[in-house]
């Protein structure tokens, strides 16, 4: 069952990524990014209201009451690093066809897998090891397709970002082990749901800031800003797959690392409608780096449980 949901969130998160491309397409990236983390956060308000006011109790698993400046601080750090690397992302997926962004985005875990073995000196098994190898040859030859279209790797500053997107959501990633593991093992020992409800907030005021002294003074001289209904299904279908994730998370048996490499599926979502719906080009040769891809996970999931 827990397989299920992780499925679900995949595909949930595939559609988060086809939502943000419709809501960008000629549209300006920091108002929209902002509307993003306001959805987001007002998803998760009420938890924080309702722990701080006593509706939640403290040992209830939806329990975010407010914790001490050190804990407080340690999840605005993470929200600095989130949004870090959604900027980076909405300006990559804005301007790159979603043929790209997809596999590129696909290749965090490994990225996350190579941090753990440079900062945690975690060791890596021979399937692992076959990932990490297998995503360089995908990477590579994703960046041979790209050329096919005029997009270079080393010298397109969309790229640069999207790659920036997927290192800070590496560092995320690794920065949650410490964020969620035990005391004993030298974490925090928070709640999932206490670090999304209050990163989330830290989000939206730290974006709020960039929009109102950065974006604003400057509006006219950029692309204006459209509102699209398509906005809020942003928010909608990240809060869902979220949901479904740590859903998975919590049932008997399941298995973290497997979940996390599954969710990364959501690449079919949007290559999908990339190719059929937007009509992108040269999908045949980025179809074959994104079987690669996908290998490289399925390694990563072998590793995982071996």
Known sequence: ????????????LGCYDVFKKISLRENAVIPVLWCNTLFCSLFFLPIIIGSQAGFIAPDATYFAGWQDFRVQSAVMLKAVIVLSSWICGYYGIKHLPLTIV????ATRPVLTLVGALVIFGESLNLWQW????????AFWLLKRSGKKEGISFSGDRWVILLIMAALFGAISGLYDKFLL???????LGLSNIFVQSWYNLYQFILMSLITAFIWFPHRKNGTPFVWRGSIVFISLFLTLADMSYFYALHLPGALLAVISMTRRSSVLVSFAFGALFLHEHNVRSKFFDLLLVLLSLAFLCLGAVA
């Open 1 to 12: 069952m827990w397989f299920l949901f992780a499925l679900i969130s995949a595909f949930l």
């Open 102 to 105: 997809g596999p590129i985005n």
């Open 130 to 137: 076959l990932g990490v190898v297998t995503a360089i040859v």
């Open 181 to 187: 593991a035990p005391e004993e093992q030298g974490g």
